[in-house]
Every structure is written in C-alpha cells, then in structure tokens.
C-alpha cells in the first residue's frame, strides 16, 4: 500500500497564514492537517463565545479555505483541522456556506463531545479526544473534518486509521502515527525553526522554513520530510529537538494509545529525509486528559528602568515608595522582578538601563487599576534619578488560569457529525492500561576521566523547552555516543536545579531516553497557574532551555570542537 501524505499547516491560531496555499501548491499531499489550539487559544476562544455565540472557532480557518477548499478540491487533498476550537458545529456549517458560496461540492464533517459540563467560574472545559471520530468523518467522504479539543496528534492518527484500517488494538502503529503526528504538530519546529542549533545551518533555509510532511506507512513507521525546493531543514536533530518539546516521561499518554518515546529510532535517510520506526505502543489509558480555564482575577504591571550607577539602591527606593502607596489597600499578590540588563560603562542609553518589573494580582479590579497607575505615575518627579517607565500602567485587565484534570473516557460522549448529518458515537477503547513510570534504563559506561574546560552546556547540547498547564519541560540531547555517556551521568536532578536556581524548590523528574541521547526533564509548579496567568517572565517556558545551555558546566576537552 502506497504511504500515506500528510502535511501541517499551522502549529497555533496565529502561525504563518499563507501556508495551507504553500502545502497545497507545493507538492502533493493526502491530508492537510493543521493545529490551532493551544491552553491560551482555548481562554481565548473563551471570551470569543461569550461576546458571539455564533463564534468560538479559529476564524483564521475559515478565512484560509476562501482559497484553501478550491485548491484541496482540485488536488483530491482531504483537510483536518481543530480550528472548531468551541464550536465546531458553527465552523462546518460556516464551511457549508464557504463551499456553496465558491460552487464547490465540498462534504464537511466535524467532531464534537469533547465539550464538558459547566461548572461555577469555569470558563472552557475540555477533554483530549482521540482520532477515531475523525477516521469515521474520512471514512464517511469527507473532504474537510474540524473538531474541537482533541490531542495534537489524533490530527495525523485519525486520517491514518482511516486510510490503512487499522483496528483499535493495533497499538505499535497507532503510536507510530502519534509519534510523526507529534513531530508534525508544531509547524516548522521540525524544520529548523526554534532550533537549538540553528548556527550549524544554512541561513537562507531559516528565513522562511518550509512546513513539514510525514509519509505515513501501514506498518507505522513515517519518513518525515519537507516539499521539494521548499526552506528550512529536515534532520535527525530537528525532529529529536521537536520529539522531546512539551513531553514528560517515556510512557506518552493519549487516548488512542499509550506511545513509548523509549522505542522510537530516527535514521537520516537521505537529505530532508528522517525515518521513524521502532516505536512500540500500549493500551490508552482509562482516563481522557481535560484541561479547564477559568478567570482568576485582575491583573496589571509597570516596568521601571533603572539607568546608570546604583541600580539595586534605585530598585530599593521605587519599591518601597510604590509599596508604602500600595499598603492601605494591598492587592493581594505583588511580584518584583529586578532584570539587570545593564552593562558598566555603555556606550548606549539602553545597554546603561536594567529594568524593575512589578506585577500585582487580586481578585478586585480596582486594586490593580487606579491604584497601581496613581502609585506609580505619581513618582515621576519624586523617587530615583533618571525616574522612567517603558509604557504608563493601564486599567489592568482580567487573567486566565488553566487546569488539567483527568476524566473517565466512557462517560465522554465522543461523536462523528458525518457529512450527511448522520451522528455516529464512537466506542472508547476495547483496552485500558494504567500509566506507570518506566525504570531507569541501563546506563552507558561514563567517558573516562580527562581534562575539562568551564563552557556554556550548550556548545555540546541542545535543548527545546516548554509548556504543560504549571509544569515545564526542558529536553536535552546530544549527537554522539561519546557526547552521551558523558551528559548521562553528568546531567542530574541536582546539578539541573543548581544550574538553573529558579527550580530549587521545586519538584524535578528525570526522564532518561538513550535512543534519542535524550534526558527530559519536567520541573512542576514554575509556570504557576499557566500561561494564561502569565506569572513569570517567560509565562510558556519557551527559553528555559536557551538558559539552560547558556550556564557553564566543566565539558571534557575530547568532547569540545
């Protein structure tokens, strides 16, 4: 049987609007997938529905198939995407009237049942669907199928049981589909962008990196690629880099299968060309992943710069003015973050300013408005030298909080709407399994000792970071066995939380994968109430691992270019 084509046009609600014209005109393609949500896109979707009712779905969508449904049509393409955020009934009756409008026979499907109960102050609650709704919609004819909140990956795993007739149990090529449904979800992660070792390649191919494709085959594994001519680059450390963002232990949970990341092997077949096989998989599951967001208040900030001589007595005096103003009616959470991106003696204004961050949170709108803009406003002219702001404090504005829970997936009404109306329930799986960690593998013999040099972690390493609700991940690997035997035993939980202090506190796992050389780490509780609460400077943990590399660590000279 002929592999299976799918390619990716987007990687969020936002991402690059031209390029489901760029997949559809570039090469050929099965299935043209694209991934529009995201924890904020779902808050964000949120507040959409409650100011239209009719709304609640990616409009980007919508406005990328006036094009997007003629192009598909004329190459037999069949299209899937959760651009239906909320409402994904509206948005297939909003692609109805698209099609007709165009002439165009174009048969639409959607996925729903993912939508949970409503409960007090929860905004959006959603469970992870699988990929069988979206094999019966494709089974059905099909030509375009939006869903709601299903996992990333059930936009390559559903086409896929579809196409070759894979049965509910056949769990090693259901995780083989998850695995290159992964590797394609983010867009032109998998192509060089966001990549740690971007340095190493062809600049011009980084200027505009073309979207990824897999070529799925009915034993499971893939061959992830590129269009032929297009920018970016396909290689064994992009797709590594792209396999280790936002996952946790070996055991990759979903609701099709249980994927086991220990077994996945990735080959450079050939320029632009990385093999996926080997990947083994087990019983989902009993539980869906649910992620629910809700408002958790008000908040505001004020960023104050700081230039030239004493820095950190400028910062003492602001904060103890601006707090003394905020005392008589404290909002409940106050933040300062002292960033010195000074340098002594500069030779710019800029490069001589550090810059002091204060966020204050509470559940009264009023104690983060009026009353952090007049504490701070009315300084100007009474506090440090130099006295200035980067932009004046606003009203203050409404916060989100996302939350993961986990659900019973036989009490989850997963439904196929086929083309023709016709409602079709989809089963849970036939089998369950409950997730447990996967024992340390054996490790390789440690490099022998030698002499070493202080350097940053990353001229040997790479790493890509991210979100999960509160938690992060940061996943680092390296590209010789060499280079592998010593990060293995050098990189530990405690030297992790001693290069990087903000996560002393804070509960740190190690997950060790010797197929990818590969440790992934998830650090719980840095991000706070999730990126929607934007509690930290880097509210989705997409840097954490650039830091990570950028600290010194004593690296062996025969490992050193």
């Given at each position: 049987m002929n592999p299976l084509r799918i390619g990716n046009a987007s990687g969020f609600y936002g991402d690059r609007?031209?390029?489901?014209?760029?997949m559809l005109t570039d090469g050929r393609l099965d299935v043209l997938t694209g991934d529009y949500l995201a924890e904020l896109t779902m808050l964000i979707l949120g507040r959409d529905l409650l100011k239209d009712p009719s709304g609640g779905y990616a409009k980007t969508f919508l406005r990328q198939m006036e094009d997007g449904l003629g192009l598909a049509h004329e190459r037999g393409t069949r299209i899937v995407a959760n651009a239906g955020g909320l409402n994904p009934a509206g948005l297939a009756d909003a692609l109805r009237e698209l099609a007709a409008k165009l002439g165009l026979p174009t048969r639409v499907a959607h996925v729903e049942g993912d939508l949970l109960p409503a409960e007090p102050g929860v905004l959006t609650a959603n469970a992870y669907l699988g990929g069988a709704g979206i094999a019966a919609c494709l089974a059905a004819g099909a030509d375009v199928v939006v869903t709601g909140r299903v996992t990333d990956a059930a936009l390559v795993t559903g086409p896929a049981q579809w196409h070759f007739g894979w049965g509910p149990e056949e769990y090693?090529?259901?995780?083989?589909?998850?695995?290159?449904?992964?590797?394609?979800?983010?867009?032109?992660?998998?192509?060089?962008?966001?990549?740690?070792?971007?340095?190493?390649?062809?600049?011009?191919?980084?200027l505009r990196p073309g979207f990824p494709l897999a070529e799925l085959y009915e034993d499971g594994s893939a061959v992830v690629t590129k269009h032929p001519g297009t920018g970016g680059v396909v290689d064994v450390g992009t797709v590594t880099a792209q396999l280790l963002y936002e996952t946790g232990g070996a055991r990759y949970a979903g609701p099709d299968v249980t994927a086991r990341l220990d077994t996945v092997r990735l080959t450079q077949e050939g320029p632009d060309r990385v093999r996926i096989d080997g990947v083994r998989g087990e019983a989902p599951p009993p539980t869906l992943k649910a992620g629910r967001c809700r408002l958790g208040g008000h908040r505001n900030e004020v960023v104050l710069v700081l230039t030239g001589l004493d820095v950190e007595a400028k910062a003492a005096l602001v904060r103890e003015q601006i707090g003394a103003a905020l005392a008589e009616n404290p909002p409940a959470e106050v933040r300062w973050e002292l960033a010195r991106t000074d340098r002594e003696d500069a030779d710019t204004e800029e490069t001589a300013s550090a810059l002091l961050r204060l966020v204050v949170r509470d559940q009264d709108p009023e104690k983060v408005g009026r009353a952090l803009t007049g504490a701070a406003i009315e300084?100007?002219?009474?506090?440090?030298?130099?006295?200035h702001v980067t932009a004046p404090p606003g009203r203050g504005a409404p916060y989100g909080v996302f939350e993961t829970a986990y659900v019973p997936a036989a009490g989850v009404p997963h439904t196929a709407?086929?083309?023709d109306g016709t409602r079709a329930a989809i089963p849970v799986p036939p089998a369950a399994r409950a997730l447990e960690p996967v024992p340390e593998p054996a490790l390789p013999a440690p490099l022998p000792p030698g002499p070493a040099v202080r350097a940053p972690l990353g001229r040997i390493a790479g790493a890509r970071?991210?979100?999960?609700?509160?938690?992060?991940?940061?996943?680092?690997?390296?590209?010789?066995?060499?280079?592998?035997r010593w990060l293995v035993h050098t990189l530990t939980v405690d030297l992790f939380r001693a290069l990087l202090p903000e996560t002393a506190d804070l509960h740190v796992t190690r997950h060790v994968l010797p197929n990818l050389r590969a440790v992934n780490f998830t650090v719980a509780g840095i991000l706070g109430e999730g990126v929607a609460s934007r509690a930290r400077f880097d509210p989705q943990a997409k840097a954490l691992g650039e830091w990570l590399r950028?600290?010194?660590?004593d690296v062996p000279e025969q490992l050193l270019p």
């Amino acid at each position: 049987m002929n592999p299976l084509r799918i390619g990716n046009a987007s990687g969020f609600y936002g991402d690059r609007f031209t390029a489901v014209r760029e997949m559809l005109t570039d090469g050929r393609l099965d299935v043209l997938t694209g991934d529009y949500l995201a924890e904020l896109t779902m808050l964000i979707l949120g507040r959409d529905l409650l100011k239209d009712p009719s709304g609640g779905y990616a409009k980007t969508f919508l406005r990328q198939m006036e094009d997007g449904l003629g192009l598909a049509h004329e190459r037999g393409t069949r299209i899937v995407a959760n651009a239906g955020g909320l409402n994904p009934a509206g948005l297939a009756d909003a692609l109805r009237e698209l099609a007709a409008k165009l002439g165009l026979p174009t048969r639409v499907a959607h996925v729903e049942g993912d939508l949970l109960p409503a409960e007090p102050g929860v905004l959006t609650a959603n469970a992870y669907l699988g990929g069988a709704g979206i094999a019966a919609c494709l089974a059905a004819g099909a030509d375009v199928v939006v869903t709601g909140r299903v996992t990333d990956a059930a936009l390559v795993t559903g086409p896929a049981q579809w196409h070759f007739g894979w049965g509910p149990e056949e769990y090693n090529r259901l995780a083989g589909a998850v695995v290159a449904g992964h590797v394609l979800e983010c867009g032109t992660q998998a192509t060089g962008g966001n990549y740690a070792f971007f340095r190493e390649l062809d600049p011009t191919l980084l200027l505009r990196p073309g979207f990824p494709l897999a070529e799925l085959y009915e034993d499971g594994s893939a061959v992830v690629t590129k269009h032929p001519g297009t920018g970016g680059v396909v290689d064994v450390g992009t797709v590594t880099a792209q396999l280790l963002y936002e996952t946790g232990g070996a055991r990759y949970a979903g609701p099709d299968v249980t994927a086991r990341l220990d077994t996945v092997r990735l080959t450079q077949e050939g320029p632009d060309r990385v093999r996926i096989d080997g990947v083994r998989g087990e019983a989902p599951p009993p539980t869906l992943k649910a992620g629910r967001c809700r408002l958790g208040g008000h908040r505001n900030e004020v960023v104050l710069v700081l230039t030239g001589l004493d820095v950190e007595a400028k910062a003492a005096l602001v904060r103890e003015q601006i707090g003394a103003a905020l005392a008589e009616n404290p909002p409940a959470e106050v933040r300062w973050e002292l960033a010195r991106t000074d340098r002594e003696d500069a030779d710019t204004e800029e490069t001589a300013s550090a810059l002091l961050r204060l966020v204050v949170r509470d559940q009264d709108p009023e104690k983060v408005g009026r009353a952090l803009t007049g504490a701070a406003i009315e300084l100007a002219l009474a506090s440090y030298p130099g006295f200035h702001v980067t932009a004046p404090p606003g009203r203050g504005a409404p916060y989100g909080v996302f939350e993961t829970a986990y659900v019973p997936a036989a009490g989850v009404p997963h439904t196929a709407v086929l083309p023709d109306g016709t409602r079709a329930a989809i089963p849970v799986p036939p089998a369950a399994r409950a997730l447990e960690p996967v024992p340390e593998p054996a490790l390789p013999a440690p490099l022998p000792p030698g002499p070493a040099v202080r350097a940053p972690l990353g001229r040997i390493a790479g790493a890509r970071s991210g979100d999960k609700g509160g938690d992060a991940n940061v996943g680092v690997w390296v590209r010789t066995e060499a280079e592998w035997r010593w990060l293995v035993h050098t990189l530990t939980v405690d030297l992790f939380r001693a290069l990087l202090p903000e996560t002393a506190d804070l509960h740190v796992t190690r997950h060790v994968l010797p197929n990818l050389r590969a440790v992934n780490f998830t650090v719980a509780g840095i991000l706070g109430e999730g990126v929607a609460s934007r509690a930290r400077f880097d509210p989705q943990a997409k840097a954490l691992g650039e830091w990570l590399r950028s600290r010194h660590v004593d690296v062996p000279e025969q490992l050193l270019p």
